[in-house]
């Protein structure tokens, strides 16, 4: 399936120019269990709408960002440069 990511740099460019990364979590405490190590590493939401993601335009810019993306329809609905 194809749709139109909007690159914060480039602007709209066709999925296949870019890398999925993964949805965005959280990094365990300074001293995690090695349950919410296993489940940092290994587990993820994937839920069925809505999510934030990591993605990295690798055949353009290289710039790593943010996207909000609805698993369902693949709409983007924001992206923008990590903080």
Known sequence: ???LLTC???GPR???EFGYAGEVTTRPTAKPTMR???DYVYFR???AGVQREWW???HGCGAWFLA???TRT???MKVELPS
Request: glycine share 0%.
């Open 1 to 3: 399936m194809s749709f």
């Open 8 to 10: 914060p740099h480039c």
């Open 14 to 16: 066709d999925v296949n």
């Open 36 to 38: 919410e190590l296993t």
């Open 45 to 47: 939401r994937n839920v």
């Open 56 to 58: 990295t335009h690798r």
């Open 68 to 70: 909000e993306r609805d």
């Open 74 to 76: 693949n709409e983007v």
